[in-house]
C-alpha cells in the first residue's frame, strides 16, 4: 500500500496550505485556482513522464474529478473556512471509508475481505478518538453544523470519485492496456484535473455556492499565493496522482481506510499552523488508528 501512504502524507501537508490559502482567498477561490495550477504541472508532466488514458477510462476519471475535486472539494474548501483542517479532515476521511465500501459493493460487485473490514473499523474508530471534541469546538459557535454538513459533502464526493475511479482502472483503454502505476497515476490526475475544474467553476456559479470573500490583507493575501501554490502541488497534481496510483491496485474502501490516517498527520501540522492543540486522550487514538491502517495493508 505505499502509493496509499505517498497519499497520505501529500494530503496531510495539501490539508494544511489548504485552509491558510482558504482563509486568505475564500473557498471556492482557492480550490478553482489551485486545480488551474494542478492542470498547468501536469500538463507539463503527463507528456515526459505518464501516460493518459483513452477511451472508457478518460469519461470515468473525467467524472470522478467533476465530482470529487471539483463538488466536493467546493465543500471541504467551505469547510476549511469554518472550522478548519482537523474536522474537516476527520468528517471526509473517517465518512469517505464506508460510503465507499456500500458504493463499490453495489455498483462494481467488489468488497473487502473480513479481516480488512476489522482492521478498517478499528482504524476509523481510532481515527474518531484522536480527532474527537477539542477546545476549538466551543468557538465555532453556529458555524459548526454548516462546517459539518461541508464535511460531510466533502466524503460523499470522495467516496463516488473513488468508486468512479476503480471503474475506469476496470476500463481497457483505446489499446487494450489498462491504466497501471505512477505513470497512469499522473495521466488519470490530468484528466480528474479537468474534470474538477469544470466542476468547481460552474458550481461555484450556477449552484449558488459562491460566498464573500475574507476579508484579509494585501499581506495575507500575499503568504496565501504561497499557500495555493502548496496545496496545488501536494494535493490535485502530486497527490492525487498517487491516489489513482493506489486506487488502480487495491478496492476504494481500502484504500479509504488507510487515508483515514490523513487527519492523524494533520494533527501536529494543524497544532503549528492554526493553534488547535487536541486533549492528550487523542494521542491514544492516533496510536489505534496507526495500528488499525497496518492492519488493513496487511491483510491485504
Known amino acids: 500500500m505505499i502509493p496509499a501512504l505517498l497519499t497520505v502524507l501529500l494530503w496531510s501537508v495539501s490539508v494544511v496550505c489548504a485552509t491558510r490559502a482558504a482563509q486568505a482567498f475564500g473557498g471556492g477561490v482557492a480550490n478553482r485556482w489551485r486545480l488551474v495550477l494542478a492542470i498547468v504541472m501536469l500538463g507539463i508532466a503527463v507528456p515526459l513522464a505518464g501516460t493518459l488514458p483513452h477511451g472508457q477510462a478518460w469519461w470515468w476519471l473525467l467524472a470522478s474529478g467533476a465530482v470529487g475535486l471539483g463538488l466536493g472539494d467546493l465543500a471541504m474548501y467551505r469547510g476549511y473556512e469554518l472550522i478548519g483542517s482537523r474536522l474537516i479532515a476527520l468528517l471526509t476521511q473517517c465518512l469517505a471509508a464506508p460510503i465507499a465500501g456500500v458504493l463499490e459493493w453495489l455498483w462494481l460487485g467488489s468488497y473487502p475481505g473480513i479481516g480488512e473490514i476489522l482492521w478498517g473499523c478499528l482504524a476509523l474508530v481510532g481515527v474518531a478518538l484522536a480527532l474527537g471534541p477539542s477546545i476549538r469546538l466551543q468557538a465555532h459557535g453556529g458555524a459548526l453544523a454548516v462546517g459539518v454538513l461541508m464535511g460531510v459533502l466533502s466524503a460523499t464526493g470522495l467516496a463516488v470519485a473513488g468508486v468512479l475511479t476503480r471503474s475506469a482502472g476496470a476500463a481497457p483503454d483505446a489499446s487494450g492496456a489498462v491504466l497501471h502505476g505512477f505513470d497512469g497515476g499522473l495521466g488519470a490526475a490530468l484528466v480528474r484535473n479537468l474534470g474538477g ?104
Open 197 to 300: 475544474a469544470v466542476a468547481a467553476f460552474l458550481g461555484g456559479w450556477l449552484l449558488a455556492l459562491r460566498v464573500p470573500r475574507p476579508e484579509t490583507t494585501r499581506v495575507v493575501r500575499r503568504r496565501g499565493r504561497w499557500w495555493l501554490l502548496g496545496t496545488a502541488i501536494c494535493g490535485p497534481t502530486l497527490g492525487v496522482a498517487c491516489y489513482q496510483w493506489a486506487l488502480i491496485e487495491a478496492p476504494a474502501a481500502t484504500v479509504q481506510a488507510i487515508l483515514a490516517l490523513v487527519p492523524v498527520v494533520v494533527m501536529p501540522l494543524a497544532m503549528w499552523s492554526e493553534g488547535d492543540r487536541p486533549r492528550p486522550l487523542a494521542w491514544l487514538g492516533a496510536g489505534i488508528a496507526v495500528a488499525g491502517a497496518a492492519g488493513v495493508a496487511v491483510c491485504h
